[in-house]
């Protein structure tokens, strides 16, 4: 079957750093995406990776190992705002996106 | 760009009634749509993938007479909740994957809230 694992939830301090890890094991891979999901909205894009290693866009990065099936969101000065979920999503060898059930981020100030 | 808009954003209906909501994309054209439902403090939960001009994919367990899916254009597709019941209480979320480009990023519209009453 396929399987996605991320942590339920985490918490966090503002202007801390956290690491949000997601493992998987999907029938085939063509990507993976991390979205962000607040309260009673629609998930917004986060970041794609495709290929092994760091993607970097402000104060978001993703990295990506397809070895070990595994990712990371990582969010740098965290802000009251981030407070949300993050979900973790693969594109299979069908290009269906399989999600993980997401991870509650709780920033405290 | 990439904009997916939902209509309407909420609405309560009577148990046995029929509610209709729609998913447009604004600025692309979309060769694949998918509805989603999500229920307080669960994930997405996929519930059919549809391609314009073709019969909706459901996910197991999704009844394909109770939701009605019709995608017509490749900026618009159509979710019915037919004969809805309390049940059926959720937001129900649609997103839009771009004709062009080689990218499979799905984008989300702002999702609707059914309230069955």
């Known amino acids: 079957g396929q399987n996605i694992d991320q942590p339920t939830e985490m918490t966090a301090t503002e202007g801390a750093i956290v690491q949000i890890n997601c493992t998987y094991q999907?029938?085939?891979?063509?990507?993976l995406f991390w979205y962000q999901q607040h309260a009673g909205e629609a998930p917004t894009f986060l970041s794609y990776n495709v290929l092994d290693g760091l993607e970097e866009k402000g104060r978001f990065s993703s990295f990506l190992s397809r070895s070990k099936g595994y990712s990371y969101l990582l969010l740098k000065e965290l802000q009251m705002k981030d407070s949300a979920s993050y979900l973790c999503?693969?594109?299979?060898?069908?290009?269906?996106?399989?999600w993980g059930a997401g991870t509650k981020l709780i920033i405290k100030p | 760009g990439a904009v997916v808009s939902q209509h309407p954003s909420w609405v309560i209906c009577k148990s046995g009634t029929s509610v209709k909501i729609e998913c447009r994309s604004l600025?692309?054209?979309?060769?694949?749509m998918f509805w989603y439902r999500q229920f307080p403090k669960q994930s997405l939960m996929l519930m059919a993938t549809?391609?314009?001009?073709?019969?909706?994919?459901?996910e197991q367990g999704v009844e394909k007479d109770k939701f009605l899916i019709n995608h017509a254009s490749l900026t618009l597709s159509t979710l019915t909740v037919t004969s809805a019941h309390p049940e059926d209480s959720s937001f129900y979320i649609c997103?839009?994957?771009?004709?062009?480009?080689?990218?499979?990023?799905?984008?989300f519209g702002p999702g609707t809230r059914l309230t069955v009453t």
């Open positions: 999503a693969v594109l299979d060898s069908n290009y269906q996106l399989i």
């Open positions: 997103s839009a994957r771009s004709l062009a480009g080689d990218s499979y990023e799905q984008y």
């Open positions: 600025d692309f054209q979309a060769t694949t």
């Open positions: 999907t029938s085939g891979f063509n990507g």
């Open positions: 549809s391609n314009e001009g073709s019969k909706a994919t459901y």
